[in-house]
C-alpha cells in the first residue's frame, strides 16, 4: 500500500474517532496511532496528522460544499465513514492542495469500497464529483445536438476563463505521467548504484581470495625449501 494511502486511512481513523468522541482535540486524535501493533512511518503520521488539523479546522466549509450537492440528504443520513472519506479528499484538492482532484477523488472512493457499505464508492464519486465541478470551475460536457436552440452567450473578459473535465484530467494526466517517468529514472539510477557497489564488494571479495591463494602458496613454498 503506498504511502499516501496509508496516511489517508490513518486520518479516517483520527476524525472518525473524533467523530465519536464530538470532540476536535488533536491529541486525542493522535492517541489513535497507539492501537496499531506497528507504528507508521514518521511521514505517514504526518501527513495523516496534517490533513486531520486542515479537516477540522476548515471543517464547516468542508460540509457545506458537501450538503450543496447532496440533493435533500439530511446530515445524519450520510454514514459517518462516507463523510469523513468525503471531507479528507475535499480538504487535500481544495484547501490544502496537495494532490489534484483526480487522485484524491480515486482514492476516496477506493477507501470508500474498502471500509464503508456497497453503495459507498458511488456515492462518495457522485458528490465529490459535483464538488470538484463547483471548486474548479469545471464544464460538464454535454452531447452535441444537432442544431443549437440559440447562440451561446460570449464569455465576458473578466470572466475566469473556464475548462473541460476531459481538459482538467488530460492536464493532470500528462503530470501524472511526467512523475512516473521521474519516479521510473530514480529507481534506476538508485539500481545502477547498487549495481556498482555490489560489483565494488564482488571484486573486493575476488581480491582478497586471491591475496589469501597467494599467502597460501608462498607459505607452502617456504615450507618446502
Request: overall charge negative; some cysteine.
Amino acid at each position: 500500500m503506498l504511502p499516501r494511502r496509508k496516511s489517508r486511512i490513518l486520518a479516517l481513523c483520527m476524525l472518525y474517532a473524533l467523530d465519536m468522541q464530538r470532540t476536535d482535540d488533536l491529541e486525542a486524535a493522535g492517541r489513535i496511532e497507539t492501537i496499531f501493533s506497528r507504528p507508521f512511518p514518521q511521514s505517514v503520521t504526518d501527513y495523516a496528522r496534517s490533513l486531520v488539523t486542515s479537516v477540522v479546522r476548515n471543517a464547516e466549509k468542508i460540509d457545506e460544499l458537501i450538503f450543496r450537492h447532496t440533493h435533500n440528504w439530511d446530515k445524519e443520513r450520510i454514514a459517518m465513514v462516507d463523510r469523513q472519506i468525503m471531507r479528507i479528499a475535499i480538504c487535500e484538492f481544495s484547501f490544502k492542495h496537495s494532490a489534484p482532484a483526480v487522485v484524491a477523488i480515486n482514492e476516496a472512493v477506493a477507501i470508500a469500497k474498502i471500509f464503508g457499505t456497497e453503495e459507498s464508492g458511488r456515492f462518495v464519486n457522485g458528490i465529490l464529483d459535483a464538488v470538484n465541478v463547483e471548486v474548479n470551475n469545471l464544464v460538464r460536457e454535454e452531447p452535441a445536438k444537432e442544431e443549437a436552440e440559440e447562440p451561446a452567450p460570449e464569455v465576458p473578459k473578466e470572466e475566469k476563463p473556464k475548462i473541460t473535465r476531459s481538459a482538467y484530467l488530460a492536464k493532470y494526466a500528462k503530470e501524472a505521467t511526467i512523475l512516473e517517468k521521474e519516479k521510473e529514472a530514480r529507481r534506476a539510477a538508485i539500481e545502477a548504484e547498487r549495481e556498482a557497489e555490489r560489483e565494488e564488494r564482488r571484486k573486493a571479495r575476488e581480491a582478497e581470495r586471491e591475496a589469501r591463494r597467494a599467502q597460501r602458496e608462498a607459505e607452502k613454498l617456504e615450507e618446502e625449501y
